[in-house]
């Protein structure tokens, strides 16, 4: 399934378009590597990152979705690996 369906299907983000300008400009890594196009497939098991209000979020893929369903079936597609940690690294200050 291509990036761009499945962020929409799953509903990370609102619109298709979203999806690929978010791909496009280099915002996500997919297992590890910068995505620069829309069309790169992923598959169960994959590892999305990408930063959203000053946190990052990283998602593995546990299922490929038919459609674009209701937020409940939307959750079930990915588990939150990493939830809310901050983008700037916070020093022990010691």
């Known amino acids: 399934m291509r990036l761009d369906k499945f962020l929409w299907f799953a509903r990370i983000v609102k619109t298709r378009s979203l999806a690929q300008s978010l791909a496009e400009e280099g915002h996500l890594r997919l297992s590890g590597r910068i995505i620069d196009r829309a069309h790169v497939p992923v598959r169960i098991g994959d590892v999305l990152a990408f930063a959203v209000h000053g946190k990052v979020r990283v998602l593995r893929i546990d299922a490929l979705p ?17 939830e809310g940690s901050p983008l700037t690294s916070e020093g022990s200050g010691d």
């Open 66 to 82: 038919d459609r674009r369903g209701p937020p409940a079936e939307a959750r079930a597609l990915y588990t939150e690996v990493n």
